[in-house]
């Protein structure tokens, strides 16, 4: 029996029952995420920059602005997502944030590679904490039949970073040098850090599921559980896929556009930031409101909706990245770029309903790990290795990245056929995990 004596006794009024409270905490998470999501990809945005006072290669700025972030963030989900599980969340997330923070800060001080380095390896061991204890934390401030439509507003957070860290970021950097960038977005996050441990409760786990337990399963239990829930695998691999399309594609849009139309970063950030603030955090707002109907608390509709989106998505990004008419490219874009963040918050509320209680974060940390695998690790560095192939065999810069760029669009379609397939399975998978059948729930009383 594991000694979990550092999860706090729920006391009256519950979080969950006081409807203040969880909604305060909700925007809080929003605010955890945005930090993570803006002191990620903000280095895109500052990609060519950082890459020509470095002199470096496509691969090699991958490698340090992607790769080495995600490596540390993918390896320390697991023992951190773990304590999670077991400890107070509340406190982990409240570390996590303070110091992801520090070492945003910390890229801005660097002045050599491996400096710069370092600090990346810093943030992503920080950030490692941040997601899969939200996702965790609000599972218990909501119920099974509000968490898809609470964790679509939680990634809201995608969204607002993803805006800092292209249109804000962008315009900072122009007018004041990329590392002041890295200054401005850290030292406000150590603030917000400390704000959450004083502010946010540790609810009691799974008070708001019937399947409760006090013992938490082993590393061991936890993965064999999740291979027999059929649908959250599929689910997750679907996820992981969206990323590696979606976010992969986004990850080189700025130095696309830098390169192919002669923008600067600043340009290429405002170029593209209200696409990510205003088309994401809409096209956020329209999948929470639709999740929280009532004929969507069958979780087949959702993955069914998820899988439609994904596809016709992936086909206009065929078209973006073959196009030579901005005016085009700006227009497939505003469809492109909000749906990358309609998944988000229906993947992290479908897989906290397919995971018992003491699970949720461990089943966060898997999905990370695929997820940033593929959109942190291989497609940053696969893009970056096929750009300097093709121009080893003489296409230009902004030619050889186009072409690389366009690898990644085909597995959008292995996506959309992941939602489906999982449909087959994700009601009984859903009862099991918490105990409550959606179709009964969704039945008129």
Same mark, same amino acid.
């Given at each position: 029996?594991?000694?979990? =004596?550092?999860?706090?006794?729920?006391?009256?009024?519950?979080?969950?029952?006081?409807?203040?409270?969880?909604?305060?905490?909700?925007?809080?998470?929003?605010?955890?995420?945005?930090?993570?999501?803006? @002191?990620?990809?903000?280095?895109?945005?500052?990609?060519?920059?950082?890459?020509?006072?470095?002199?470096?290669?496509?691969?090699?700025?991958?490698?340090?602005?992607?790769?080495?972030?995600?490596?540390?963030?993918?390896?320390?989900? /697991?023992?951190?997502?773990?304590?999670?599980?077991?400890?107070?969340?509340?406190?982990?997330?409240?570390?996590?944030?303070?110091?992801?923070?520090?070492?945003?800060?910390?890229?801005?001080?660097?002045?050599?590679?491996?400096?710069?380095?370092?600090?990346?390896?810093?943030?992503?061991?920080?950030?490692?904490?941040?997601?899969?204890?939200?996702?965790?934390?609000?599972?218990?401030? /909501?119920?099974?039949?509000?968490?898809?439509?609470?964790?679509?507003?939680?990634?809201?957070?995608?969204?607002?970073? *993803?805006?800092?860290?292209?249109?804000?970021?962008?315009?900072?950097? @122009?007018?004041?040098?990329?590392?002041?960038? $890295?200054?401005?977005? +850290?030292?406000?996050?150590?603030?917000?850090?400390?704000?959450?441990?004083?502010?946010?409760?540790?609810?009691?786990?799974?008070?708001?599921?019937?399947?409760?337990?006090?013992?938490?399963?082993?590393?061991?239990?936890? /993965? =064999?559980?999740?291979?027999?829930?059929?649908?959250?695998?599929?689910?997750?691999?679907?996820?992981?896929?969206?990323?590696?399309?979606?976010?992969?594609?986004?990850?080189?849009?700025?130095?696309?556009?830098?390169?192919?139309?002669?923008?600067?970063?600043?340009? *290429?950030?405002?170029?593209?930031?209200?696409?990510?603030?205003?088309?994401?955090?809409?096209?956020?707002?329209?999948? *929470?409101?639709?999740?929280?109907?009532?004929?969507?608390?069958?979780?087949?509709?959702?993955?069914?909706?998820?899988?439609?989106?994904?596809?016709?998505?992936?086909?206009?990004?065929?078209?973006?990245?073959?196009?030579?008419?901005? @005016?085009?490219?700006?227009?497939?874009?505003?469809? /492109?770029?909000?749906?990358?963040?309609?998944?988000?918050?229906?993947?992290?509320?479908?897989?906290?309903?397919?995971?018992?209680?003491?699970?949720?974060?461990?089943?966060?940390?898997?999905?990370? $790990?695929?997820?940033?695998?593929?959109?942190?690790?291989?497609?940053?560095?696969?893009?970056?290795?096929?750009?300097?192939?093709?121009?080893? +065999?003489?296409?230009?810069?902004?030619?050889?990245?186009?072409?690389?760029?366009?690898?990644?669009?085909?597995?959008?379609?292995?996506?959309?056929?992941?939602?489906?397939?999982?449909?087959?399975?994700?009601? *009984?998978?859903?009862?099991?995990?918490?105990?409550?059948?959606?179709?009964?729930?969704?039945?008129?009383?």
């Amino acid at each position: 029996m594991v000694d979990n =004596k550092n999860d706090a006794p729920a006391t009256e009024p519950t979080p969950g029952s006081s409807g203040w409270v969880r909604w305060y905490v909700l925007l809080v998470m929003v605010g955890v995420y945005s930090l993570s999501i803006a @002191d990620r990809y903000v280095i895109s945005t500052l990609l060519e920059p950082i890459r020509l006072e470095l002199q470096l290669t496509d691969s090699g700025i991958a490698f340090l602005t992607g790769t080495a972030l995600a490596l540390f963030y993918v390896l320390f989900g /697991f023992p951190l997502s773990w304590l999670i599980d077991r400890y107070s969340r509340r406190n982990i997330i409240a570390i996590s944030v303070i110091v992801w923070s520090a070492m945003t800060a910390a890229t801005g001080m660097a002045h050599s590679y491996w400096q710069l380095l370092m600090a990346r390896i810093g943030v992503g061991v920080g950030e490692a904490g941040g997601t899969p204890g939200a996702s965790s934390i609000l599972s218990d401030y /909501f119920p099974a039949a509000q968490r898809p439509m609470a964790l679509t507003v939680f990634a809201l957070g995608a969204s607002i970073g *993803a805006w800092v860290g292209a249109d804000v970021a962008g315009q900072l950097a @122009d007018v004041y040098g990329w590392r002041h960038v $890295f200054l401005w977005l +850290g030292i406000p996050g150590v603030l917000f850090g400390l704000l959450i441990f004083l502010t946010v409760r540790e609810p009691k786990r799974g008070q708001l599921d019937l399947n409760q337990t006090e013992q938490s399963p082993s590393f061991g239990a936890t /993965f =064999k559980y999740l291979m027999q829930q059929r649908s959250a695998v599929h689910v997750m691999l679907g996820s992981a896929l969206t990323a590696l399309w979606g976010w992969g594609l986004v990850w080189w849009t700025p130095t696309f556009l830098v390169r192919n139309f002669g923008m600067t970063a600043g340009e *290429a950030g405002v170029f593209t930031g209200p696409m990510h603030l205003w088309g994401g955090s809409l096209a956020t707002l329209f999948t *929470a409101w639709l999740v929280a109907q009532r004929s969507m608390i069958d979780p087949r509709r959702v993955v069914w909706l998820m899988g439609a989106v994904i596809g016709v998505a992936t086909v206009v990004s065929y078209f973006i990245y073959t196009s030579n008419s901005l @005016d085009s490219i700006e227009i497939l874009l505003w469809i /492109f770029i909000p749906s990358i963040y309609f998944y988000i918050g229906p993947c992290f509320g479908l897989l906290n309903n397919l995971a018992e209680p003491r699970m949720r974060a461990m089943f966060c940390a898997f999905t990370l $790990f695929v997820a940033n695998v593929g959109n942190l690790i291989i497609a940053p560095q696969l893009v970056g290795l096929l750009s300097d192939h093709y121009a080893a +065999g003489g296409m230009d810069h902004a030619q050889s990245l186009r072409a690389a760029m366009l690898w990644l669009v085909p597995t959008g379609l292995w996506a959309t056929f992941h939602y489906f397939w999982s449909a087959r399975q994700i009601v *009984a998978d859903q009862t099991r995990a918490t105990g409550i059948n959606p179709i009964a729930e969704a039945r008129p009383s």
